[in-house]
């Protein structure tokens, strides 16, 4: 098994331009996630998808879309991107329940805005 | 005040010592903790996980957790320098919907 793919794994956009992030994953997890990591900052959940056909916003969703397109893949757009969104963008899968605090996360995309 | 707290360290250890990690969380509610590894470059994965109050030991690794005083630890034993990487700690918050709030992480450095 893969786990949790992601595409691409560098990319430098200028301000303004927009991209999408692929995500997939084969673990057959209903739950799925999108965070992004800066220096110092941890961890922060830009938006998740419980379940196909779902998707609700975490702790900074401002410049952000995601799209479940089917239970393996979760994409996240930027549409206009700032220099504030360089950052490390990760995608995570995880079972619900009791055990959804035990995230399986992707290799990672390095995206820098100039 | 974060929901999560760490310190960023780094924390530097000799070859065999016991390296100790602490975390701090202000959900008081917070039922599920977590601890993950994120080595240079690469992506974080899930080292231990505790539940309940008390040590919970897997390995090398112990996790202790104390509700009442809000606090988790991570005891590194017999450290190598294979350890050497950032140690995240997660809160599972009911305020946050159920979903993992992670500390700034505490990077960790063994030193042969």
């Known amino acids: 098994n893969a786990g949790v793919t992601q595409t691409p794994k560098f990319q430098v956009l200028k301000t303004g331009q927009s991209m999408t992030l692929q995500c997939a994953q084969d673990?057959?997890?209903?739950?799925m996630y999108w965070y992004r990591q800066d220096p110092g900052m941890g961890l922060r959940l830009i938006y998740y998808?419980?379940?196909?056909?779902?998707?609700d916003k975490g702790e900074v969703p401002n410049g952000y879309n995601v799209s479940r397109l089917n239970k393996r893949e979760f994409s996240l757009r930027l549409e206009s991107a700032a220099p504030s969104q360089t950052s490390v963008y990760f995608c995570?899968?995880?079972?619900?329940?009791?055990?959804?605090?035990?995230?399986?996360f992707g290799p990672g995309t390095r995206l820098t805005v100039t | 005040q974060k929901e999560v707290e760490q310190n960023s360290g780094p924390l530097s250890v000799p070859e065999g010592a016991i390296a100790s990690l602490n975390c701090t969380y202000s959900?008081?509610?917070?039922?599920?903790f977590f601890w993950y590894r994120q080595y240079s470059g690469k992506s974080p994965e899930l080292i231990m996980s505790?539940?309940?109050?008390g040590d919970k030991e897997d390995g090398r690794f112990t996790a202790q957790l104390n509700k009442a005083s809000q606090y988790v630890s991570l005891l590194i034993r017999d450290s190598q320098p294979s350890d050497s990487a950032t140690y995240l700690c997660a809160v599972k918050r009911e305020a946050a919907g159920n979903k993992l709030t992670f500390g700034g992480g505490t990077r960790v450095l063994v030193k042969p």
């Open positions: 673990m057959n997890h209903n739950s």
């Open positions: 995570a899968s995880s079972e619900p329940g009791h055990r959804d605090g035990i995230v399986y």
């Open positions: 998808s419980a379940s196909e056909g779902t998707t």
């Open positions: 959900d008081r509610v917070s039922q599920s």
């Open positions: 505790i539940y309940s109050n």
